[in-house]
């Protein structure tokens, strides 16, 4: 199967932006929609919890798929010129980077 | 429906946690010569062709472990936190995360270990497949641990 020849441009740039936008979007919670498990029941934007707990790993998700979605594909029209010095390991470096952020947004469940 | 959605996300893990750790282990220390022991064997299967099982039991996986998620929010993890068990409760925080980590670098994987592997890109195959094999083996130990804190079926 043949891929576009953007393709890895895509893939690094959607690599690098999902990583970023999901980490603001769990800090900032932009979460494009909220689902209530205990009602089985979907809101669309932020809402609070309602008879039970509100889940918005879901809502981040789409935010950042959708970023980063954008974001990619803008990256896929600029030259070549430019993307062609385009290092692939931004899509690990980046990944790792934010993992390691998670670690220390979260320590506070282990210093407790 | 959610313990047989349960034990089908737990079976594709197994699957993924072999792929991944097979194409991590041939990746890093490939062989060299034809295997004769065990370990041998192991780090000598043809890598490249995991790459789209890992893509798609990667995605399989988090889509079932996401369905059973909405039951763990609301029956296990309220208990934890009455139970003021936060060390567990973080480690299934990072657990999400990286699972959604894991999903944004999937593409720039899958492109990597195509064919014909490129000796320019080895350094950021390998990365991404180690990166893969972390989630997974974080994620699958997590699941484990949390499954038997809370009791299967309670």
Redesign the interface.
Known sequence: MSTPRSFPVFAVVFAVAWSVAYVICVEKNYALFTYHPALYEWGLGVQKAKDGPAMYWFGWMATSGLFAGAVALAACWLPESLTRRLWSGWSWAVPVAVMLLFCYLLRGYFLR | MFTVLLIVHGLLAVALLGAITHQTVSVWSPARKPAGSFIGRFRSVPATSYANAIVVLYLATALLG?IV???Y??VV??VLEQL?M??T???F??K???A??G???L??Y???W?TPLLGE?A??RA??TS?LAFVVWWNFLVGHVLNNVRGFGS
């Open positions: 996401a998620y909405t039951e929010r609301v993890r309220v003021d936060w060390k409760n973080g480690v925080e990072l999400e995360h990286f959604a980590l999903l944004g670098v593409p720039a899958w492109y990597y195509r890109h350094r950021t990365v991404l990166i």
